[in-house]
Structures are given as C-alpha cells and as structure tokens.
C-alpha cells in the first residue's frame, strides 16, 4: 500500500509559477513510476507529467511542455511538479499517483493516487 499526499497548490496570478509536492508514504518509493495529473470542472482527468523509477526519463503532456518539470527526491520519498508561465487553462485539481515498476499509458491503470490539491491561477 502507498499513501501520497499533495501539497503547494494555491492561487496564483497568470504568469506566475508553484511547485507542487507529493509526500509517498512506505519504503517501496524507489519500486514506483511517478505521474502527475489534473482535472478540471467538468472535464476528464488529464496526463500532466510523469517520472520513472529511477528519475532518469521524463514525459510531459503537450499542453504543459517547457513550462513544467517534474523531478523525484528517492531519499525523500517526494515528487514535485515546478510549474511556470502559469495559464488561467492549468485551472484544476492536480492529483499525484503512483504505479508499480512502470510508467502507465492511461489514467486507469495507475495503481495509487492522492486525494489532490487545488491550482487556480487568475487571469
């Protein structure tokens, strides 16, 4: 079981930047691909970025690329999303999830997520 609790959300002006944290609980931190995600009112959850085990490969969404980065602390059990240049469109609640071995092609097949935090960045 692993527990991941988010942190660093909160309202910011476009154009400005936040990084966001995610705390995993255990000693298996090391076992897990790392994602973000974010939902939006009244829209689908979305792909944000995501990290692999070791934190040497990275993958972004289009939407977000150059302007996010996602990086791991292993010793920390910690994952973070600096995001910059934000847009009134990262509007959303961003969710942090956890999968075994492997990065996941799709939402469902993560296996851990946390319970999210909230980002509005005002126009």
């Known amino acids: 079981q692993v527990q991941l609790v988010e942190s660093g959300g909160g309202l910011v002006q476009a154009g400005g930047s936040l990084r966001l944290a995610c705390a995993a609980s255990?000693?298996?931190?090391?076992?897990?691909?790392m994602g973000w995600f974010r939902q939006a009112p009244g829209k689908e959850r979305e792909f944000v970025a995501a990290?692999?085990?070791?934190?040497?490969?990275?993958y972004d969404a289009n939407s977000v690329s150059g302007r996010c980065t996602i990086s791991r602390d292993n010793a920390k059990n910690t994952v973070y999303l600096q995001m910059n240049s934000l847009k009134p469109e990262d509007t959303a609640v961003y969710y942090c999830?956890?999968?075994?071995?492997?990065?996941?092609?799709?939402?469902?097949?993560?296996?851990?997520w946390g319970q999210g935090t909230q980002v509005t960045v005002s126009s």
């Open positions: 999830a956890a999968n075994y071995l492997i990065v996941a092609r799709s939402v469902d097949e993560w296996d851990y």
């Open positions: 255990g000693r298996t931190f090391r076992s897990y691909a």
């Open positions: 990290i692999t085990r070791s934190g040497i490969s990275t």
